[in-house]
């Protein structure tokens, strides 16, 4: 994604969230991924104590891993926040 189609994706986002939702609140983040251990850590690292639920689960084939976070944040902020970190991990897509 490139820097302007990106803070424009990120804009609309906290604007959604500051509309829809009372802060602090539960967000849930899920991510596929390749399934390879160094990649699925990096991504847990990110949500390390910050008291996140995570959840994975490997496809049939097992080649994709899905990753669903639960965590309580205060701010649309700190959610994008987690998704740019998470946009650095190689290979990562964002549901």
Do not use: C, H
């Amino acid at each position: 994604m490139d820097a302007k189609k990106s803070k424009e994706f990120y804009d609309r986002l906290r604007a959604q969230l500051l509309e829809d939702t009372a802060w602090p609140s539960k967000y849930l983040y899920k991510f596929i991924v390749p399934t390879d251990k160094e990649k699925i850590d990096s991504i847990t690292n990110i949500f390390d104590n910050i008291g996140a639920v995570i959840e994975s689960k490997q496809s049939k084939k097992g080649t994709y891993t899905s990753v669903s976070i639960t965590v309580t944040l205060e701010n649309p902020d700190a959610v994008i926040k987690k998704y740019k970190e998470v946009s650095e991990v190689e290979g990562v897509i964002s549901l």
